[in-house]
Protein backbone atom coordinates (compact mmCIF):
# COMPACT_ATOMS: atom_id res chain seq x y z
CA UNK A 1 0.00 0.00 0.00
CA UNK A 2 1.65 3.21 -1.24
CA UNK A 3 0.83 6.21 0.45
CA UNK A 4 0.68 9.44 -1.50
CA UNK A 5 1.59 12.58 0.02
CA UNK A 6 0.36 16.07 -1.41
CA UNK A 7 2.85 18.73 -1.81
CA UNK A 8 1.63 22.08 -2.29
CA UNK A 9 2.16 23.75 -5.92
CA UNK A 10 4.73 26.15 -5.22
CA UNK A 11 7.00 23.57 -3.47
CA UNK A 12 7.93 23.38 -7.15
CA UNK A 13 10.27 24.92 -9.10
CA UNK A 14 8.73 26.15 -12.01
CA UNK A 15 10.41 26.81 -15.41
CA UNK A 16 13.66 24.81 -14.02
CA UNK A 17 15.46 21.60 -15.32
CA UNK A 18 15.30 18.68 -13.75
CA UNK A 19 18.09 17.40 -11.56
CA UNK A 20 20.24 14.73 -12.20
CA UNK A 21 20.14 12.18 -9.40
CA UNK A 22 23.78 10.17 -8.57
CA UNK A 23 24.10 7.74 -6.04
CA UNK A 24 26.85 7.24 -4.18
CA UNK A 25 28.63 4.17 -2.93
CA UNK A 26 27.87 4.51 0.58
CA UNK A 27 24.41 4.93 0.24
CA UNK A 28 24.02 1.88 -1.41
CA UNK A 29 25.60 0.06 1.41
CA UNK A 30 23.41 1.83 3.80
CA UNK A 31 20.84 0.67 1.24
CA UNK A 32 21.96 -2.64 1.27
CA UNK A 33 22.15 -2.48 5.47
CA UNK A 34 18.31 -1.91 5.42
CA UNK A 35 17.34 -4.49 2.82
CA UNK A 36 18.69 -7.32 5.39
CA UNK A 37 16.72 -5.58 8.48
CA UNK A 38 13.28 -5.11 6.39
CA UNK A 39 10.52 -7.93 5.36
CA UNK A 40 10.06 -8.01 1.99
CA UNK A 41 6.88 -6.45 1.34
CA UNK A 42 8.54 -3.58 3.99
CA UNK A 43 11.28 -3.06 1.52
CA UNK A 44 8.99 -3.36 -1.52
CA UNK A 45 6.84 -0.33 0.01
CA UNK A 46 10.57 1.54 0.78
CA UNK A 47 12.22 1.21 -3.02
CA UNK A 48 8.66 2.03 -4.52
CA UNK A 49 8.49 5.01 -2.47
CA UNK A 50 12.28 6.02 -3.06
CA UNK A 51 11.17 5.66 -7.02
CA UNK A 52 7.89 6.88 -7.08
CA UNK A 53 7.81 9.59 -4.80
CA UNK A 54 11.09 11.17 -2.91
CA UNK A 55 13.38 10.82 -6.31
CA UNK A 56 10.45 12.75 -8.76
CA UNK A 57 9.83 15.05 -6.09
CA UNK A 58 14.13 15.76 -5.92
CA UNK A 59 14.38 16.08 -9.46
CA UNK A 60 11.62 19.08 -9.92
CA UNK A 61 12.74 20.65 -6.43
CA UNK A 62 16.07 19.47 -4.85
CA UNK A 63 16.26 22.27 -2.28
CA UNK A 64 13.09 20.66 -0.87
CA UNK A 65 14.71 19.22 2.09
CA UNK A 66 16.10 21.12 5.18
CA UNK A 67 19.46 22.46 4.91
CA UNK A 68 22.26 20.49 7.11
CA UNK A 69 23.97 23.26 9.73
CA UNK A 70 27.02 23.54 10.87
CA UNK A 71 26.04 23.02 14.24
CA UNK A 72 23.14 20.98 15.85
CA UNK A 73 20.13 22.63 17.30
CA UNK A 74 20.95 21.82 21.21
CA UNK A 75 24.59 24.11 19.56
CA UNK A 76 27.07 21.27 19.80
CA UNK A 77 29.48 21.50 17.21
CA UNK A 78 28.93 18.43 13.94
CA UNK A 79 30.46 15.24 14.54
CA UNK A 80 33.65 15.72 12.54
CA UNK A 81 32.46 13.48 9.67
CA UNK A 82 29.25 15.93 9.27
CA UNK A 83 31.86 18.89 9.48
CA UNK A 84 33.84 17.33 6.65
CA UNK A 85 30.59 16.51 4.17
CA UNK A 86 29.73 20.03 4.94
CA UNK A 87 32.98 21.14 3.75
CA UNK A 88 33.18 19.36 0.73
CA UNK A 89 29.77 20.16 -0.27
CA UNK A 90 30.91 24.66 0.19
CA UNK A 91 33.73 23.06 -1.83
CA UNK A 92 32.00 21.83 -4.76
CA UNK A 93 29.36 24.88 -4.67
CA UNK A 94 26.91 22.77 -3.28
CA UNK A 95 24.55 22.40 -0.06
CA UNK A 96 23.93 19.52 2.07
CA UNK A 97 20.15 18.30 2.73
CA UNK A 98 18.44 16.28 5.30
CA UNK A 99 15.02 15.03 3.81
CA UNK A 100 12.85 12.69 5.88
CA UNK A 101 10.03 10.24 4.29
CA UNK A 102 8.59 7.33 5.23
CA UNK A 103 10.19 6.48 8.84
CA UNK A 104 13.99 7.34 6.73
CA UNK A 105 16.11 10.04 6.38
CA UNK A 106 17.74 10.66 3.33
CA UNK A 107 20.96 12.81 3.19
CA UNK A 108 21.64 14.88 -0.14
CA UNK A 109 24.40 17.17 -1.19
CA UNK A 110 22.70 19.23 -4.34
CA UNK A 111 25.49 21.16 -6.37
CA UNK A 112 25.44 21.25 -10.28
CA UNK A 113 22.39 20.37 -11.15
CA UNK A 114 23.38 17.35 -9.92
CA UNK A 115 22.07 15.56 -6.41
CA UNK A 116 23.99 12.99 -4.87
CA UNK A 117 22.88 10.77 -2.43
CA UNK A 118 25.07 9.96 -0.19
CA UNK A 119 23.24 8.23 2.96
CA UNK A 120 19.99 7.23 4.64
CA UNK A 121 18.95 5.80 7.40
CA UNK A 122 15.93 4.45 8.88
CA UNK A 123 14.55 6.60 12.13
CA UNK A 124 14.21 4.19 15.30
CA UNK A 125 11.08 3.19 16.23
Known amino acids: MTHAR?????????????????VTGYFDARFAEIERSMTGADFDHLID???QEVIPLLERSPSIGRRVLELHPDGDEAPPMMSELLQRAEAAGGELFAYLFDGCRLLYLYADAAIYLLSIRRNAA
Open 6 to 22: QFPDNVIEEGTERATVR
Open 49 to 51: GIA
